[in-house]
């Protein structure tokens, strides 16, 4: 999955740096890792691992109502990460999101990064479990190795 997909890191990392939201989704996981770096008197930044919104529109809804002391937001970037969770690190993606969290927020808001990280590579290896035992996948090709739904005749040809 990693080396088919190219990334221009250096635009995921300027979305970052001047977003007030971003929005890193993981399509495989069908999650999102919401950065909302907008801070009031009451309210300090958020990371959060939430599911995987099904329009723009629908991920405004649900910023209002996760932050309702906030303001609406005026935009939000949205990045698709096609990768798998460690790329973050090995790319240095996470250092960078990290770094963004620490010059707006406590120093407590590392552990918060932190939990989100060890949360998205939880959900990618039961991801990768379910889809080697079969769970919530269908399969293509049976046990015989025929495609599914193809008809074989005695002579073990596929019908057309």
């Not at 809804?61 to 990768?83: Q, Y």
Request: hydrophobic residues 40%; aromatic residues 6%.
């Amino acid at each position: 999955m990693d080396s088919d997909f190219r990334i221009d890191i250096g635009e995921v990392q300027r979305a970052i740096d001047v977003g007030e939201i971003t929005a890193l989704y993981f399509p495989l996981l069908r999650k999102t890792l919401l950065m909302d770096t907008r801070t009031t008197g009451v309210d300090g930044p958020m990371i959060k691992v939430v599911p995987m919104a099904s329009s723009p529109e629908e991920r405004f809804r649900d910023l209002v109502r996760m932050r309702p002391r906030l303001p609406k937001p005026e935009s939000i970037n949205i990045v698709p990460w096609p990768k798998y969770v460690a790329s973050l690190v090995r790319l240095q993606v996470w250092d960078h999101i990290v770094r963004r969290f620490l010059e707006i927020g406590p120093p407590e808001i590392v552990k918060r990064c932190e939990e989100c990280l060890e949360e998205l590579k939880r959900m990618e290896r039961e991801e990768i479990r379910r889809a080697i035992t079969g769970e919530n996948y269908e399969t293509l090709w049976d046990v015989a190795g025929t495609q599914e739904g193809a008809e074989v005749d005695d002579d073990d040809e596929e019908l057309v």
